[in-house]
C-alpha cells in the first residue's frame, strides 16, 4: 500500500467510489475499459490543461511513482511489488537511482572497523 498524499487519496476515493458496474475506473462512453490510446489522448490533454510540457505521459507516472518507492525504502523488491514485475530484472532498471545510497553506506561501513578498534582498546586507568 501507498501512502498518498491527502489531496490524491479523495481523488482516488472519488474514483472507486464512481467506478461503473463492472467496476471500471475510466470507463468507455461505449462501457468498460478505456482503450490505452483514450487514457492516453486524455493523460496529454489534462497535462496541457495544467500547463504540464514536455516529455509526458501516464508511463511517465509509473516510473516516477517507482523512483519514489524506492527512493523511501532503497529496496528494489518493494518496488517490484508496486510495479507488479514478475521478475526483478525488469526492476533492476531502477537500481542507477541507488549510487549515492550505495557509497554512503560503503563509507560508513569502512569507518566501523575503526570504531570497533577504539571500541576495543583498554581504558587507560586515572591516575
Keep these: 500500500m501507498l501512502d498518498l498524499p491527502p489531496m490524491a487519496a479523495e481523488l482516488v ?3 472507486v467510489r464512481d467506478a461503473g458496474p463492472d467496476g471500471c475506473l475510466f470507463p468507455s462512453i461505449r462501457r468498460g475499459p478505456m482503450s490505452y490510446p483514450a487514457v ?9 490543461a495544467a500547463g504540464i ?3 509526458t505521459g501516464s508511463h511517465v507516472c509509473r516510473h516516477t511513482v517507482a523512483a ?12 517490484q511489488q508496486v510495479l ?14 541507488l ?10 561501513a569502512q ?3 575503526a570504531c570497533a578498534a ?4 583498554p581504558k587507560k586507568k586515572a591516575k
Design 13 to 15: 476515493g472519488a474514483l
Design 40 to 48: 492516453r489522448l486524455r493523460f496529454l490533454a489534462a497535462a496541457t
Design 53 to 55: 510540457t514536455g516529455w
Design 68 to 79: 519514489r518507492v524506492l527512493e523511501h525504502t532503497d529496496d528494489l523488491r518493494v518496488v
Design 84 to 97: 507488479r514485475h514478475t521478475s526483478i530484472s525488469s526492476t533492476e532498471f531502477y537500481a542507477h537511482l
Design 99 to 108: 549510487p549515492a545510497r550505495v557509497s554512503a553506506a560503503i563509507a560508513c
Design 111 to 113: 569507518v566501523l572497523p
Design 118 to 121: 577504539l571500541l576495543e582498546q
